[in-house]
């Protein structure tokens, strides 16, 4: 019986009523008393000697009350990377500076030279006009491997060359898994590019700064997944602006999906523009602007190769991929190939060497990171890719090979050789769900009907494990990480009994103001409406490190659940002396505290009013008020898994893939929420199957951004898309967290690709394809066809 | 966008005199134009709106056949008033696009602008119609120069466009994945004095009428006429989204498929 509140119900998404009337609160809908508005210009060039900005035509046009050219941002921090990534030689990897607006050189387009505020953004974009530029261009490092070649033009003259680091892991496997590949009965390699995306949240990024001289106060209003995070980064890194004199504001967020993780120039660019020419400064991206200044994601080049037994069992796995940083390192591009990928090798399997190599590499294109997944996919895709390609040339049954080299319920914990320990998990019960939803006996008949209409059909699944819920701060900082990565919360009690809750989780679409109040009212008891989650505000939340990597309702959730049990403690303390009873004798179920064995009790919201209206109260023993603050750091990631399957048809003629169904059994551990469950599947799916089917970040030999706008950059739209059936049914409670939750939010989007690119290799396995790389647009298709016959 | 100047003519005389001012532009739906001058890449002075000439509206079934539509006669409405006189016309109009571009832009738009990955360009082609414009009448075949480029003088404008009807008419259109302008679109019209196909998206030169496949349809009104047949892939559009040879290629496929469906 589903419930109908609480932990386990399908609540409808409060926030929707806001979102879906317009009312919703986005940072462009700010508007501050005596804003100007600014216009960056930015680099045309993708490599080149910045000669010389001229400014002094601009500074006379109309409206114009500053300008700001990399001169003004010499003296202050760049914008800082937030992980330490050590190479295979024990050295730190090669950081540049990323300087706040371009000096001396530009490094990409998109490259911000120079800052106009005005009085309206047309008169600042005029004036950007009047701005002289002189540009000595240099020949531009977009492709990998030329940058890594000796005698490469360097993106930054004061490196030794263009890698940022060549990373090994686990270094000491290294000669043992060569050994075992070179004796191996069969060894499958595959070469492969993770294509590079760009996030394309709805709503493009926005930075308000408002200074007051009078109180020498900085605020901050920006399109950010983690507010807090963007205070310390700019405050104590880049401008020096302690945090009481510095808050950070993000209101409604339309989507990040990873890329409004970092600290962006401009959110420093407002900052001191605006006590510069005192007055507030608005800066608001337009989309072509967020194609050539957000981060981007993925761009990994790799080749695989998977050693195997004669029956099959993996016994060694070697991978080695080339990084692309883009031109300057993003707050956590660093840690996304490394920490976020190689220690995700072992997948679902029981592989027991793996080697796996990285080399980060600087180029003359926007810079990546995190994007949805962030690692995890690229490590997932490969392994999914070169497991269908071995069952293939083995000639056994794809998922027959996954299930004999699955690690067995009974092994967890299960320590892999890429240093995590999966807490728990069931591979097998997720694959034999998915294998009910799906009508794979039936598959034959339908490939014959597809045949008959001329149609080549295919049917292809992947499993998939991630390492979510971010991160447990000693192992992350032992691993290079220059912050923690707990959360906090604060439970703050009214005086009637309703609740507010402060979290550091940041909700930009993900439903935390719904998901969040019910794990509350169901631990109080009482109702989900008297409970609100207060969110994206530094000046109201103690502390947070933000929302990414799945971790919001594990880790921020789990602050949450402690912030409340402090409560439930203290509020048995008050109803005991209430009741005149002993505390051990109180009981608290459904929002009333009893005493065992009586009929005495008392009300949840008589508790409260007692605890700030303390006429009858234990004054000697605590304190009045009813507020509580927690901060939980994890012990270990959580480990959500699944398998996916995927089946298509494709046509012939054009290369057009069509996808019939898709199917998705995930483990998230328990589930707060099915809907908000089942609609960050969708939402992952959508993106997956997007960069499998339609997107892709095209750079030119001269680091041109090809894919500069939606006329050239496919992303997915509804018809592209079919109805998904997805279960979460199958589940194994997280071991190390209150909750037993896992996380959600990217799973859709590792297991999706994988499991597409099977599909239509499947279709196409007759005609000698055995891999084409994403996206699966019908001109590949179609070139991949006609090249193999 | 720059500052400009609007006028809103309500004669196509008016019109065309007010486009006698250097620097001023026709406005029909902006569909291109609009985004061109929000970025920047085009500074008219002066916009001359067409939206509000009455005789540039609408569309006209003659009893006898054929169609005229006015030139300032949105996608919307020609897919909905020509669906049962023309209606792969009126199919071609409803996939230009999506709803908010079909219920701005126009034909007389698309038709001036001369995107060589329109629609409308290759079902006008096809159609032999025939587009009227203050000064004159021009067949579709002299119309369309080359890429962006047509037979209009500065400050002409179009008026309508007069379409005989087909006995039978299809038009195939292969999206491009991102911006779902044609990747290569072919429209084939059966007339009673012959077969016309015309090929938009495909070359660098912009829509053309491929007469090989015309001559083979004349003998034969059958996909298998046009099996064996092939466009060369020089002069053919080569990009990110499907090489010369692809395009080639789907030319023939889509006129197969035209002929199939016609």
């Known amino acids: 019986m589903p419930k109908d509140s609480g932990i386990g119900a399908s609540s409808k998404r409060r926030e929707d009523v806001r979102f879906l009337t317009g009312k919703g609160k986005y940072t462009d809908d700010m508007n501050v008393e005596g804003q100007a508005h600014c216009y960056i210009l930015r680099s045309d060039v993708a490599h080149g000697t910045l000669d010389s900005v001229d400014t002094s035509a601009a500074a006379d046009m109309p409206g114009v009350r500053g300008i700001l050219t990399g001169e003004d941002f010499v003296e202050v921090g760049g914008l800082p990377c937030g992980w330490q990534v050590t190479d295979r030689f024990g050295e730190p990897m090669q950081e540049p500076k990323h300087p706040v607006i371009a000096h001396g050189k530009v490094r990409h387009v998109g490259d911000p030279i120079a800052v106009v505020v005005a009085d309206t953004l047309a008169e600042a974009r005029d004036a950007a006009e009047a701005i002289d530029v002189s540009i000595t261009e240099l020949s531009a ?108 504001v993000a209101p409604d967020v339309g989507g990040g999906f990873g890329s409004k993780i970092y600290h962006y120039a401009e959110e420093a660019i407002v900052t001191v523009a605006s006590k510069q020419f005192g007055c507030p400064v608005k800066w608001t991206s337009s989309r072509s602007e967020a194609f050539m200044s957000d981060a981007q994601g993925r761009d990994h080049v790799t080749k695989i190769e998977l050693a195997m037994d004669e029956n099959g069992k993996f016994l060694a796995l070697r991978t080695d991929t080339m990084a692309n940083m883009g031109a300057y390192l993003s707050t956590f591009s660093t840690c996304v190939p490394t920490w976020l990928h190689g220690t995700l090798m072992a997948g679902n399997y ?99 009907a597809s045949a008959a209409n001329g149609k080549l059909r295919g049917f292809g699944v992947a499993s998939y494990i991630e390492a979510c819920g971010i991160a447990p701060s000693s192992l992350v900082g032992a691993l290079g990480a220059r912050a923690g990565l707990y959360e906090s919360a604060t439970v703050r009690v009214n005086a009637t009994g309703s609740i507010s809750v402060m979290t550091g989780s940041h909700s930009h679409g993900q439903g935390h103001e719904t998901t969040f109040a019910q794990v509350v009212s169901d631990m109080l008891g009482i109702e989900e409406n008297a409970v609100e989650i207060v969110h994206g505000d530094t000046a109201k939340i103690p502390f947070g490190m933000g929302t990414y990597g799945s971790r919001s309702l594990a880790v921020g959730g789990s602050a949450m659940v402690k912030a409340t049990e402090k409560i439930i403690k203290k509020a048995t303390k008050i109803a005991a002396h209430l009741m005149e ?70 046509d012939p003629d054009t290369g057009k893939v069509e996808i019939c169904s898709f199917a998705a059994a995930d483990d998230f551990g328990n589930v707060i929420n099915p809907m908000i469950v089942e609609g960050q599947v969708h939402g992952g799916l959508a993106q997956g199957l997007g960069q499998a089917l339609l997107e892709n970040t095209v750079y030119d030999e001269n680091g041109q951004l090809l894919t500069g706008s939606f006329m050239d950059y496919a992303m997915p739209r509804a018809d592209d898309l079919p109805s998904f059936e997805v279960d979460h049914s199958s589940l194994t409670p997280c071991t190390h967290n209150p909750l037993g939750v896992k996380g959600c939010g990217e799973a859709g989007a590792i297991g999706s690709p994988p499991a597409l690119v099977n599909a239509v290799i499947d279709a196409l396995a007759d005609k000698g394809v055995v891999h084409i790389d994403m996206p699966l647009s019908p001109s590949r298709v179609w070139a991949a066809m006609n090249q193999a016959g | 966008m720059y500052d400009f100047e609007l006028v809103k003519p309500s004669s196509v005389a008016d019109a065309a005199a007010a486009l006698g001012d250097e620097d001023a532009q026709a406005l029909s739906g902006g569909q291109t134009l609009i985004p061109t001058m929000k970025q920047r890449l085009a500074m008219p002075s002066k916009l001359v709106s067409l939206a509000g000439i009455e005789e540039m509206q609408g569309v006209a079934v003659s009893a006898v056949g054929g169609i005229r539509i006015g030139a300032a006669t949105t996608h919307a409405t020609v897919a909905k008033e020509v669906a049962g006189s023309y209606p792969a016309l009126a199919a071609l109009a409803d996939g230009i696009g999506d709803p908010a571009v079909r219920n701005r832009g126009t034909i007389g738009g698309s038709l001036a602008n001369n995107d060589p990955s329109a629609c409308y360009p290759c079902g006008t082609l096809a159609s032999g119609a025939t587009i009227n414009t203050n000064k004159r009448a021009i067949a579709a075949d002299d119309f369309f120069v080359g890429l962006f480029e047509t037979a209009l003088e500065e400050g002409e404008i179009i008026t309508s466009v007069d379409f005989p009807t087909p006995s039978a008419a299809n038009y195939q259109k292969f999206d491009q994945p991102a911006s779902r302008f044609a990747l290569v679109g072919v429209m084939v019209a059966k007339f009673d004095d012959g077969v016309r196909v015309a090929v938009t998206g495909a070359s660098e030169s912009g829509v053309f009428r491929w007469s090989e496949a015309e001559a083979a349809l004349n003998g034969n009104f059958s996909a298998d006429a046009v099996a064996g047949l092939s466009v060369s892939a020089d002069g053919l559009i080569s990009d990110m989204h499907g090489s010369a040879d692809y395009r080639a290629h789907l030319v023939g496929v889509l006129t197969m498929r035209a002929v199939a469906a016609c």
């Open chain 1, 581 to 650: 009873a002993a505390e051990v004798d109180v009981e608290f179920k459904d929002g009333q505290f009893s005493v065992a064995g009586t009929d005495k009790s008392v009300a949840w919201g008589e508790v409260c009013l007692a605890a700030y209206v303390p006429h009858n109260y234990p004054l000697e023993e605590i304190e009045p008020g009813l507020e509580e603050s927690a901060f939980y750091d994890p012990a270990n990631f959580t480990y959500p898994a699944g398998a996916y399957a995927c089946e298509v048809e494709v």
């Open chain 1, 350 to 448: 029981t592989t027991p060497l793996i080697y796996c190599n990285v080399k980060a590499v600087f180029t003359n294109t926007v810079p990546v990171d995190a994007y949805r997944g962030a690692g995890r996919p690229e490590a997932t895709f490969q392994l999914e890719r070169v497991i269908d390609m071995a069952a293939r040339e083995m000639g056994i049954d794809p998922i027959e090979l996954r299930m004999r080299n699955f690690v067995q319920p009974d092994q967890f914990p299960y320590q892999t050789p890429v240093a995590v320990v999966y807490d728990t998990g069931n591979y097998q019960g997720t694959m034999a769900k998915l294998l009910e939803v799906v009508d794979r006996d039936g598959f034959a008949a339908r490939k014959a």
């Open chain 1, 141 to 248: 490092v977009v492709d990998m491997a030329a940058a890594l070649a000796d005698g490469a033009t360097k993106v930054h003259d004061d490196l030794t060359n263009n890698l940022c680091y060549d990373w090994g892991f686990v270094e000491e496997n290294k000669d043992a898994v060569d050994e075992a590949i070179k004796g191996a009965h069969h060894v499958t390699t595959l070469e492969l590019v993770n294509n590079r995306l760009v996030a394309n949240p709805m709503e493009p990024r926005v930075a308000i700064g408002d200074y007051d001289a009078s109180t020498n106060d900085h605020t901050l209003y920006t399109t950010s997944q983690n507010p807090h995070v963007i205070r310390l980064l700019m405050g104590a890194f880049v401008l020096g602006i302690p945090e009481h004199k510095l808050r950070v």
